[in-house]
């Protein structure tokens, strides 16, 4: 999803469906494993300090893609999870 996002400028249509939408209601439909939804709701609660059900779609999607990918979004090592400031 984040892939087929791409860069910004996003097209309204596809934007307008994505950030109708929470992680949560999303996952709700698409993530069948235990694990699966583990990670998004880590990822969710790591990167934007909030529920799955209080994030849009779209800005996740667009952060994940940012980051080039899941992945990448929760490594410890060279991710976009491995500095903070205190």
């Known amino acids: 999803m984040a892939r087929r996002l791409g860069p910004p400028p996003w097209r309204e249509s596809v934007t307008a469906r994505l950030d109708a939408q929470t992680v949560g209601s999303w996952m709700d439909r698409h ?3 235990s694990a699966g939804r583990l990670v998004i709701t880590v990822a969710v609660a790591a990167s934007f300090c ?3 059900e ?3 779609l779209l800005a996740f999607a667009a952060h994940v893609g940012g980051a080039g990918g899941l992945s990448s979004l929760i490594a410890v090592t060279d991710g976009a999870l491995a500095y903070r400031m205190a």
Do not use: A, H, I
């Open 31 to 33: 993530v069948r494993t």
């Open 54 to 56: 209080e994030l849009s």
């Open 50 to 52: 909030c529920r799955r």
